[in-house]
Each structure stands twice: as structure tokens, then as C-alpha cells.
């Protein structure tokens, strides 16, 4: 009997120990968006991904890598207007289902300088997801890849 109560002092000692080593390690905090009072927290390890309009180039950056659970965040530079959505024919059509079903295929005019898109890469499939904007022909071309490949390109 005592020398289960050893044992288990032991146990509970390496246990403490143990937590105590690992405390250096501690997985990334999530990233907080506050958007005109609402709150979009990213999950850890996941970006935000800035892509301005109305500049020279019409988009910039206008290739560029996501992983799934990201965020794109689209800001006017100028005060358009830019009707920007994303490009149904040179999409991946799993990007545009996806796009379809999050109500995220178009985004409301951006009229003024600093006005912004925000589109949610949560749970989106792998695949090319073009930019448009449908007012000056612009195009943006995002390529998202898998967020459990952990690659960033």
C-alpha cells in the first residue's frame, strides 16, 4: 500500500515536472480581427492575407499562397468604386461551391478608401480562387492549399 502512494507521488511529481519543462512551448495565441464590432478570430497558425485594390497594380499582390483557415482581407486604396467578387469561370468549381455556400462570392461595393472585404478560408477546399474586379477587369489569382500539409508556399 505504501508503495503504491510512493508510486503515485512519483507519477504526480513527474507530471508537475513535466508541465512545468513544457511550459516554454506554448501553442501560438489565435489571431483577433475587430471588424465595425464584430470579433473574427482566426485559428493558430492561420494569417490574414492582404490584398489591396484600386492601386497600380489594379490588384497587389495579385498571385498568392493560403492555407485553408485563413482570411483574405480586401481594402480599396482609392474610392472606386470596385465591384469585386470572385471570377466563377477561371475558379476551381469546389472553390466557388464553397464560396457559394458562405455567401462570400461578391462583396458589397467598396466606395471609399480603406473599405474592406473580409472572406473566411475556414474549412475551404484546396484549389485556385480568382479575383475580380468586375469594374476595371482586374484579376487576383489565390492559390489555397490543404492547412494540414502545414506548407506555406
Known amino acids: ?71 483574405i482581407r480586401v481594402r480599396s486604396l482609392d474610392s472606386g468604386p470596385h465591384a469585386v467578387g470572385f471570377d466563377v469561370a477561371a475558379s476551381d468549381t469546389s472553390a466557388i461551391r464553397f464560396l457559394a455556400s458562405t455567401g462570400q462570392i461578391r462583396a458589397l461595393p467598396l466606395l471609399e478608401p480603406e473599405a474592406l472585404w473580409i472572406v473566411s478560408l475556414e474549412d475551404a477546399p484546396p484549389g485556385l480562387y480568382v479575383l475580380v474586379c468586375l469594374t476595371h477587369g482586374a484579376r487576383a489569382e489565390i492559390r489555397v492549399t490543404d492547412s494540414r500539409t502545414g506548407r506555406r508556399r
Do not use: N, S, Y
Not at 511529481?13 to 465595425?36: K, M, Q
Not at 464590432?37 to 490584398?51: M, N, Q, R, S, Y
Open 1 to 71: 500500500m505504501q508503495r503504491r502512494r510512493a508510486a503515485k507521488r512519483c507519477a504526480g511529481a513527474l507530471v508537475f515536472w513535466a508541465g512545468l519543462a513544457c511550459e516554454g512551448r506554448t501553442p501560438p495565441l489565435p489571431v483577433v480581427l475587430e471588424l465595425d464590432g464584430d470579433t473574427v478570430v482566426l485559428t493558430p497558425g492561420a494569417i490574414i492575407l492582404d490584398v489591396t485594390v484600386g492601386g497600380r497594380p489594379d490588384f497587389a499582390p495579385d498571385t498568392a499562397h493560403a492555407i485553408a483557415g485563413d482570411v
